[in-house]
């Protein structure tokens, strides 16, 4: 399964554990206290414009890593150098004295410090995990002929071994896992499960991003998409532990239930939206984990809701960090299903404009003005669509990258060209994430107001998610016919007896707005 054998990549290495001595070098996504050995040490930062200047991303994604990076520089104030340069490596030979950095997340940045005279490269920090503790598990599985790594039995192992949610050796409440109880419709009348989440108030290093990020915009220097928006993430770990005791006291509740659901005029639900503030590395995921289990015990919060939650934060969170780096530096070129479309217009601009299905068309503009979604329109929506008209599984990555404020690619690799696209063949979901109009009708309330019929694969107001999906399995017949888990819809699209018509009808459509 494994591309690399990760004895042998240098990025793959056991690194040492702290080095206190040196001068700690804090990348923008390792921002909180958890990334320094004491509370003293000195700190390098860099803010490179170059990396706008490469790509386009969303307005508030950009706008967000600056905040963080220059609010965590005023925090430390005289503690910590600072310095805005063009790119990293300036950056680093204005620096004559011994670095240390906690191993990065990204393949390339590895390299590149791995590649540095003078810089000591620690063990990873940041997930519940440690890299060591994942491999242990996952030497043995895997493998031809081995175990499956499934998440659920990562997830079982780790709590096990961190103690969480345990009672005596077994799971709280008898079972690893409550998502029977989960994953319900959203509320009938359309309102939010929970109360609106906390939001940050903007100060003056927002004020300052804003002018800098019209600046270079004006100057040509670096293109955005998506709308400037009032920051609604947190920047700094205070903000952080601010949403998160918030999320605990009045959204946890509802999370288990409606984790699934979508509703057009409600896109937090009750979620926690915490994965940008963590993948900033303002909190460490431990204690957001133990923090949520504290709730469970003091404050009697439901076990299906909380459960629920610390699977995401301690399992899927940190089971995708560790097959990142697992599956290897060729993962993300996986195109299994010879998806070779490439991302329409509409999505890249995230331009709504021509968009008549209800469901895209909401998910869309939310995207445009928040630069998030919840994990089922990410799933459900964009990605199913992106399966069934056959986007390229890695631009797909890169447009998602680009426009997920919370995205960075260890989480977009595997979470789009595995869970979402199937690229690879089926290591990490067993069947494709493709649903038609039926499942998003009962996840949502966006089909009552849309111009097409989610029950409707041929005609006029034919569902694109509908028709897409047989569409899609006309495309994937061969290539999916050994997988056991096909087999039905499979046989499904043999029996169609409006086959030809509703894939003509599908090809016709292709990616255009409609
Ligand atoms: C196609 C696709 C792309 C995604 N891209 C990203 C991404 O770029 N960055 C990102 O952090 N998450 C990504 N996710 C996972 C998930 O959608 C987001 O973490 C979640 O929606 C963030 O909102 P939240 O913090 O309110 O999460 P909640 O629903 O409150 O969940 C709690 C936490 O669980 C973690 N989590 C849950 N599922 C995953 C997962 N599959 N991978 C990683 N962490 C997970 C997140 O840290 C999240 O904050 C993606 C999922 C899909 C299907
Ligand atoms: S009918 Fe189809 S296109 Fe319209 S909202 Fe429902 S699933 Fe989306």
Redesign the pocket.
């Known amino acids: 399964m494994a591309d690399d054998d990760p004895g042998e990549d240098p990025a793959l290495a056991d690194f040492p554990a702290r080095a206190p001595d040196t001068r700690r070098w804090c990348f923008a996504d390792q921002l909180g206290p958890h990334f320094l050995d004491d509370p003293h040490q000195e700190v390098l930062l860099v803010e490179s414009r170059a990396v706008f200047r490469r790509r386009r991303f969303h307005r508030q994604k950009a706008h967000l890593l600056l905040s963080a990076l220059r609010h965590r520089a005023a925090e430390l104030g005289d503690q910590a150098r600072f310095l805005q340069t063009t790119t990293y490596g300036e950056a680093l030979d204005a620096v004559d004295e011994p670095l240390s950095v906690c191993a990065p997340t990204t393949w390339p940045a590895r390299d590149f410090v791995l590649a540095r005279d003078g810089v000591q490269v620690l063990a990873s920090r940041g997930f519940v995990t440690d890299e060591q503790t994942f491999r242990r598990w996952a030497s043995g599985r895997g493998g031809d002929g081995g175990k499956r790594l499934l998440m659920d039995d990562f997830y079982r192992a780790a709590r096990q071994h961190h103690d969480v949610l345990m009672e005596g050796g077994e799971p709280t409440g008898g079972k690893y896992n409550f998502d029977h109880d989960n994953r319900e419709p959203p509320p009938k009348d359309g309102s939010s499960p929970a109360p609106e989440p906390w939001i940050p108030a903007e100060d003056e290093i927002d004020e300052q991003v804003r002018a800098d990020l019209d600046r270079w915009e004006a100057d040509g220097d670096v293109c955005f998409v998506g709308d400037d928006g009032p920051r609604l993430f947190p920047v700094t770990r205070r903000e952080t532990l601010h949403r998160l005791r918030d999320f605990l006291a009045h959204r946890l509740a509802a ?1 288990g239930p409606h ?1 699934d659901a979508m509703l057009a005029g409600e896109p937090w639900l009750a ?6 503030p ?2 900033l590395g303002l909190v460490d ?1 431990a204690e957001v984990v133990q923090r949520a289990e504290k709730a469970y015990r003091d404050e009697g919060l439901p076990l299906n809701s909380v459960e629920g ?1 610390v699977r ?2 301690m399992g ?2 940190d089971y ?2 560790h097959l990142y780096w697992h599956l290897g530096r060729d993962y993300r070129h996986g195109n299994a299903l010879g998806a070779h479309a490439e991302v329409p217009a509409w999505m890249a601009e995230l331009d709504t404009t021509d968009l008549d299905a209800a469901c895209l068309s909401g998910v869309v503009g939310d995207l445009r003005s928040r630069g ?4 089922i329109p ?2 459900m929506v ?2 199913n669509y992106a399966l069934q008209r056959g986007i390229e599984p890695l631009a797909m990555t890169d447009w ?2 680009r426009t ?1 404020v ?3 690619d260890w ?2 690799v ?3 060209v595995g ?2 696209q199937h690229a690879d063949g089926g290591v990490l979901a067993t069947k494709p994430y493709a649903a038609g109009g039926a499942y998003i009708d009962r996840m949502s309330d966006y089909c009552g107001g849309c111009r097409y019929d989610p029950k409707k694969r041929l005609g006029e107001d034919a569902c694109p998610f509908t028709a897409g999906y047989w569409g899609f399995l006309d495309r994937v017949e061969d290539t999916l016919a050994g997988n056991r888990r096909m087999a039905q819809p499979l046989a499904g699209l043999r029996r169609l007896k409006d086959r030809e018509a509703v894939v003509e009808q599908e090809q016709q459509r292709g990616t255009d707005p409609y």
């Open positions: 999370f984790e979620h926690s939206l915490l994965s940008a963590m993948n995921p939650f995401q934060v899927w969170r995708i960090w998030w979604l919840h994990h990410r799933l964009l990605g998602m990258h997920f919370d995205a960075y989480v977009m595997p979470n789009v869970m979402s």
